[in-house]
């Protein structure tokens, strides 16, 4: 029989299966790419993003869809990586607002509450683009709030949903030409049926089994002391806590930060309205409660002795390997200074050289990402309530980071939060020449943000598929390179592709030309590229041994 309503139970499966579901598929949504570049990631991002919205339902028992609801917008929020990953959250963010005090819904409120969906998903966008993952999901909750009320139940309305889906999903290189030209269907698009797929087969009784799916090794390797990150080897106790503030009108986020921050360090503070997240090391957790629950109640707590952690790492583990946080969180990003400045800079960097250079140029914190590494939400949130500084500069360095950051920024509360408009590594390295600490933070990015203007970016990569490129084939393993996003030199060398995308790049009006070589290319060859350089053009040449995955080269021109 079909069912004709959904509670917060029903939905909690439905977005468990369809978590798993995207996450058995999500290397077929990251080959779903414009270009045949090995860093396509909307498959990954999308996938953590459904992970830590089923995480946070994981541990709910509640009958209301209305709060199950509620619950699982707030849990995709912090989790969301990349535009794509923002843009979900945004779908189930807003049908959470359309789902709010209820307690079952029907087919035709549940269309109602895709509807709203996507109308908070277009807002989110500054400038949407149709033949997207937004344009697939308008087309589908149209068709679904049109037949809602005809329909004997969620089965039958989900299998006329999904039709439109896939419908819309085939459409999309009809509206976005470079689609049709490269001969793939939009990533975006194809990820949201994957997850409405699992939702649909949760309607028909058929539930899921979690697929070990091996963690992909991060080539990242972090190379700070984590002593220093924990306090010297005092280390003490990671506690974290989630709790519901009864008292509204005594607490203030601000004067909260500035009490407990006394009590330890790497302290992170999110609010939500009434609910409170907070992760902090300190010596004495039971103050930090106590100071806590003045204000209301623990939905959860967690306290992890660090010292005996710490030990057993040390025990185990050979020194040799990747480590992380005691505490099972990733610490390897810069740590903010203590004393409070009026500006503090955080970029988003991969590549042990990179990372060092920005620092060098007068960035405080470093949020190890990029391609394929897209930080979450909560990465930012972390990062700017750490950094004691009274303006923020968030320079993304990728397109599909800048929403993430963006979003971030709206969350804090008690300092500014600005985000420059760098999408790409070379932008922002630019940029970085333009901050002048004395000059106001407005003057600051209008600055930043024009000489930005003036930059020039290319990447050299590697085919992952064969491909057609404006009529010319390119091999699966071949080289490319990539300037203004387009695909300007192909071949099997990359010494030849670096040397046609350098004249591609360079002009009359070229003044300098810096080249940031990443990992795994013999100097010999960057020597080779240097020599032509200096002999063809009369250009100032900088060389960057930035250690960055994926791309060879990255090169800025202005």
Do not use: W
Request: hydrophobic fraction near 40%; glycine fraction near 8%; proline fraction near 3%.
């Amino acid at each position: 029989m079909d069912k004709a309503f959904m509670d917060g139970h029903m939905l909690k499966q439905l977005i468990t299966n369809g978590s798993i579901k995207l996450k058995n598929n999500m290397d077929r949504i990251n080959q779903l790419n414009v270009f045949p570049v090995p860093d396509g990631d909307t498959g990954s991002n999308m996938s953590a993003t459904m992970a830590a919205g089923a995480k946070a339902l994981s541990t709910l028992d509640e009958p209301s869809i209305g709060k199950a609801a509620k619950a699982l917008a707030r849990g995709m929020l912090m989790g969301a990586r990349g535009n794509s990953g923002v843009i979900l959250s945004q779908l189930f963010s807003g049908m959470a607002a359309s789902l709010k005090d209820l307690d079952a819904v029907n087919p035709v409120d549940f269309s109602l509450a895709l509807r709203k969906g996507v109308e908070q998903a277009y807002a989110s966008v500054i400038n949407p683009v149709e033949g997207t993952m937004l344009t697939v999901a308008r087309e589908g909750a149209d068709r679904a709030l049109s037949v809602a009320r005809d329909v004997d139940g969620f089965e039958e309305l989900f299998d006329l949903y999904i039709e439109e889906l896939n419908a819309s999903l085939e459409r999309t290189p009809d509206l976005l030409p470079i689609l049709k030209e490269v001969g793939v269907i939009d990533s975006g698009g194809a990820g949201y049926i994957e997850v409405v797929l699992g939702m649909a087969d949760a309607i028909k009784g058929v539930v899921y089994e979690d697929a070990k799916v091996a963690a992909k090794e991060s080539t990242f390797k972090p190379d700070i002391n984590l002593n220093e990150i924990h306090g010297g080897k005092d280390f003490g106790y990671c506690t974290e806590f989630i709790m519901q503030i009864q008292k509204m009108d005594e607490f203030n986020q601000k004067d909260f930060i500035d009490m407990i921050s006394a009590l330890g360090d790497s302290l992170v503070v999110v609010q939500d309205e009434n609910i409170l997240k907070v992760h902090i090391h300190t010596k004495t957790p039971g103050d930090a409660l106590n100071l806590a629950q003045h204000f209301g109640f623990f939905i959860n707590l967690k306290i992890e002795n660090m010292m005996l952690q710490h030990t057993e790492v040390m025990l185990h583990q050979p020194s040799e390997e990747e480590e992380y946080g005691e505490c099972g969180h990733d610490h390897h990003a810069s740590m903010a200074p203590r004393i409070k400045k009026k500006y503090a800079l955080v970029a988003v960097v991969n590549g042990d050289g990179l990372k060092d250079t920005f620092i060098e140029m007068g960035c405080d914190y470093i949020i190890p990402g990029g391609q394929t590494m897209n930080p979450s939400i909560e990465d930012f949130v972390k990062a700017c309530q750490e950094i004691n500084a009274e303006n923020i500069l968030i320079i993304p360095n990728n397109k599909n980071v800048l929403l993430s950051a963006q979003t971030a920024a709206k969350m804090i509360e008690g300092k500014q939060v600005f985000v420059l408009n760098a999408k790409t590594i070379a932008q922002g390295y630019a940029s970085l020449t333009m901050f002048d600490a004395t000059q106001d933070i407005e003057t600051n990015i209008r600055d930043m943000e024009s000489h930005i203007k003036n930059v020039k970016t290319g990447e050299i990569t590697y085919a992952i598929r064969q491909t057609m490129n404006k009529g010319k084939q390119i091999e699966k393993d071949d080289y490319m390179g990539l300037f203004d996003d387009e695909i300007k030199a192909s071949s099997p060398s990359r010494l030849e592709v670096a040397k046609d995308l350098v004249k591609e790049m360079l002009d009359d009006r070229s003044e300098i030309i810096t080249l940031m070589v990443g990992n795994n290319v013999p100097d010999s060859e960057v020597d080779t590229i240097k020599d032509m350089i200096e002999n063809d053009y009369s250009v100032e040449m900088e060389i960057i041994h930035g250690g960055q995955d994926i791309y060879s080269y990255i090169i800025s021109v202005e």
